[in-house]
């Protein structure tokens, strides 16, 4: 199974990118990569989402790497009140045309906006 | 609006007392999941559905029991509650496209004394 490594915790001063990795070099060719953020003990929130080349949303940008093996979200001007736990996640992808449920969690990476 | 509802928020109860948290998704998705989220563990697949009748187990399944007879809930049963499973509680739903997001309940926080 693939399996995701993030540092467990991050700063960031307010105003400044915040860039979050992700190593998941297990990755197989059609599993995509996802991005969420959980806020004290609420829901995971959806970021966003890719599969090779990078993307971008109104919240953030996703770059990964071109051998798929990692990846770095973005928060381009980070606020206090993106201040949470960020996970990455790869759902996992069986051999030939079936699908699975099955969701590989990173231990998530706590990021600190500091003013 | 899109939503995965989960009940109760919190429930407390005594070991041994079969309890049910529910899950529902107006999204037609075929995929359901639940997960725990332990301190220093983060968030670890419990059981998960590829679609109604169809379930398999994820990383934790030990003391936990699940049924997908419609399509839109997906129950988490535990028949024997131990205080090892007191923890906080997420339903997820996803269609079968990779290329879309997943959605996530509010979460149940459970205690078992």
């Known amino acids: 199974d693939a399996k995701t490594t993030q540092p467990p915790s991050m700063d960031c001063a307010e105003g400044r990118a915040a860039n979050l990795p992700c190593n998941h070099s297990?990755?197989?060719?059609?599993?995509?990569v996802y991005w969420y953020r959980q806020i004290h003990s609420q829901g995971p929130q959806y970021i966003i989402h890719?599969?090779?080349n990078n993307e971008t949303n109104e919240m953030a940008s996703l770059i990964i790497t071109e051998d798929r093996k990692s990846s770095t979200l973005i928060l381009p001007h980070a606020t206090l009140r993106d201040t949470a736990v960020y996970y990455c996640?790869?759902?996992?992808?069986?051999?030939?045309?079936?699908?699975?449920?099955?969701?590989?969690f990173g231990q998530g990476t706590t990021l600190q906006v500091k003013p | 609006e899109a939503q995965v509802t989960q009940n109760p928020r919190y429930l407390i109860t005594v070991t041994g007392k079969k309890l049910t948290v529910t899950c529902s998704q107006n999204?037609?998705?075929?995929?359901m999941s639940w997960y725990r989220q332990d301190p220093g563990l983060g968030l670890r697949q419990i059981y998960y559905?590829?679609?109604?009748?169809?379930?398999d187990k994820g990383d934790v399944p030990e003391g936990y029991k699940v049924s997908r007879k419609e399509k839109r809930n997906f129950p988490l049963i535990l028949e024997s509650p131990s205080p090892n499973q007191t923890s906080l509680y997420f339903c997820?739903?996803?269609?079968?496209?990779?290329?879309?997001?997943?959605?996530f309940g509010n979460g149940t926080r459970l205690t078992v004394t």
């Open positions: 559905s590829m679609n109604v009748e169809v379930t």
């Open positions: 997820a739903s996803y269609s079968r496209s990779y290329n879309s997001p997943l959605h």
């Open positions: 999204m037609n998705h075929e995929y």
């Open positions: 297990t990755i197989s060719g059609n599993e995509y």
């Open positions: 996640i790869v759902r996992v992808a069986s051999l030939g045309s079936s699908n699975t449920g099955k969701l590989i």
């Open positions: 890719g599969l090779k």
